[in-house]
């Protein structure tokens, strides 16, 4: 976090009570809220701190701020990829998918350096024959894990071979004359 160095000292937020923001906004902006309010029949304040307090509920809803913000990334990179509609086209909506899934093992958290072993994975398979269900997720948790090493392995191999690509060679007192 940046430390402050202007204004005056922030006094803490009691629980209950509201506050008045000095905010600026640009001239679209006000407009936008203006026409909100009058809408809504809420003063412009109320309007503000509703569409406030839903952009935070909205947050919280969908994970917290960083998974909100990955999936209107997804949003917004599939309506740029095929455009609008593509939820009722299976074509577009498989495009979608793939983008997604790319996006999402992109931002996959690092696994742990632990690997499970091929004997430990049939001592799950074993405990587990029994519940089907059970044993989809594992293989499925699998698969995924599976896809996602492989990703990264692809990822790392295309980037150190874009390097490899763009290496020049070392500028020498012959290539000068």
Do not use: C
Request: net charge neutral; hydrophobic share 45%.
């Amino acid at each position: 976090m940046v430390a402050r160095t202007r204004g005056r000292p922030r006094k803490p937020a009691i629980p209950g009570r509201t506050y008045g923001l000095g905010i600026t906004v640009e001239g679209h902006l006000k407009a936008l809220l203006e026409n909100a309010a009058d809408m809504s029949g809420l003063t412009q304040s109320q309007e503000a701190a509703q569409r406030l307090r839903a952009s935070f509920d909205r947050d919280q809803r969908l994970g917290g701020q960083r998974v909100a913000a990955l999936l209107e990334a997804m949003g917004a990179a599939a309506l740029a990829k095929v455009g609008a509609g593509w939820i009722d086209d299976f074509e577009r909506f498989s495009v979608v998918e793939a983008l997604w899934q790319d996006m999402l093992l992109a931002a996959a958290p690092e696994a742990g350096q632990r690997v499970v072993t091929d004997e430990e994975m049939n001592a799950l398979r074993a405990q587990l024959a029994q519940n089907p269900r059970g044993l989809a997720q594992l293989e499925a948790i699998a698969e995924r894990l599976r896809r996602v090493q492989a990703f990264r392995r692809d990822l790392a191999k295309s980037s150190s071979d874009a390097t490899a690509d763009h290496v020049e060679e070392p500028d020498t007192p012959a290539d000068r004359r």
